[in-house]
């Protein structure tokens, strides 16, 4: 089963930027369904950005325009490009990949955006 390890999280400033990177233990070639959640203490887990099967993106109304998912198969590594980030960002960010065994989490990268 494919192991993923979330990292790039940090304390930024309001109007910065971060990259976030989820490495794969395994090839994620045959993954289509692969991307990113977040949850902000209190709040549920909530989609941020993800791949769709036929290789199309879907976001988050509140980070269009703002944040970029891309993913370099021969790295097995997708990220996650942020920015203007916003106070509200802030959250423990966690890669999902939807592989044949069931939905495979991360354990999460802690984003802060403070002044």
């Known amino acids: 089963q494919v192991r993923l390890v979330e990292s790039g999280g940090g304390l930024v400033q309001p109007g910065g930027t971060l990259r976030l990177s989820c490495a794969a233990s395994?090839?994620?070639?045959?993954?289509?369904?692969m991307g990113w959640y977040r949850q902000a203490p209190g709040k549920e887990r909530d989609l941020v950005a993800t791949?769709?099967?036929?290789?199309?993106?879907l976001y988050a109304d509140s980070v269009k325009g703002r944040f970029t998912i891309s993913r370099d198969n021969a790295k097995n590594t997708v990220y996650l490009q942020m920015n203007s980030l916003k106070p509200e960002d802030t959250a423990v960010y966690y890669c999902?990949?939807?592989?044949?065994?069931?939905?495979?989490w991360g354990r999460g990268t802690q984003v802060t955006v403070s002044s």
């Open positions: 999902k990949a939807d592989t044949r065994l069931g939905p495979v």
């Open positions: 395994t090839s994620i070639f045959s993954i289509n369904n």
């Open positions: 791949f769709t099967r036929g290789g199309s993106t």
